[in-house]
């Protein structure tokens, strides 16, 4: 017998709120939230937020993960849309899952830089044999993940580097990062827990940031565009 799935409660977590209207709601994510409630975490997560400040979200999309189009990892900070009706959100999830409709942006902080400076790289992701809580750079049985990137500064062993994914697998960048020899700072998954360790300041998190997300509006179908500005740790961990 299948147990029934609750419907998370509203909180009163203050969000970042970048835009609103009546179809979607766009926030600002920061590092440590996580994104829908999951087992060992009910609570105190974006969606309770969200329902606090839209309760109209109850009800649309899947009853545990009201309004959620997309998802960032916990500790990814950066613009996330959420959508709070259901035409909205039918909308949202087919351009997402297009890959074709959505642009994604992202900054990151990486030991080394990647060469050359800029590049777009092309592989399958799929999960470790091993271990479920990685992800790897796989021959077969994985999904195609396409990620092109720019270096836009280098200091002290570290770049900043622009990374633009033209798809949506889980730990895409951190895995892509790595692959090229450049891992991110602070990913205690895929990183350099030594390089870590001798940063000025060592990350706490991994220094990725979601700094631009595009996607056509599901009212008017015009594509929009919103930004977040990088926290403190990314802009300054050099």
């Not at 994104?35 to 309760?55: F, M």
């Not at 960032?72 to 259901?86: C, I, P, Y």
């Not at 035409?87 to 992202?106: C, I, N």
Request: aromatic fraction near 4%; charge should be positive.
């Amino acid at each position: 017998m299948n147990t029934p799935k609750s419907a998370p409660r509203p909180e009163a977590i203050p969000l970042d709120i970048l835009f609103e209207d009546d179809d979607i709601l766009v926030v600002d994510k920061p590092a440590g939230l996580i994104v829908h409630p999951a087992p060992g975490h009910e609570t105190g997560t974006l969606v309770n937020a969200a329902l606090a400040h839209c309760p109209a979200l109850a009800g649309v999309g899947s009853v545990e993960r009201p309004g959620i189009v997309h998802r960032l990892d916990r500790e990814t900070s950066g613009v996330m849309v959420l959508a709070k009706n259901q035409s909205a959100y039918l909308k949202l999830r087919a351009a997402f899952e297009s890959h074709s409709e959505v642009g994604k942006v992202y900054l990151a902080v990486t030991h080394g830089a990647p060469k050359p400076a800029k590049g777009r790289l092309e592989t399958l992701i799929g999960r470790k044999n091993w271990d479920a809580k990685r992800m790897a750079v796989v021959e077969a049985n994985g999904q195609r993940a396409v990620t092109s990137w720019e270096v836009l500064q280098k200091r002290n062993g570290l770049a900043l580097v622009e990374f633009t994914i033209a798809t949506g697998r889980m730990h895409q960048i951190r895995v892509h990062a790595a692959h090229l020899g450049t891992p991110i700072a602070g990913d205690s998954l895929y990183g350099d827990a030594v390089r870590d360790r001798r940063m000025a300041h060592p990350p706490k998190r991994p220094l990725l940031h979601a700094v631009t997300l595009s996607f056509p509006h599901p009212a008017t179908g015009r594509r929009v565009t919103f930004s977040a500005e990088p926290p403190p740790d990314v802009l300054y961990a050099r």
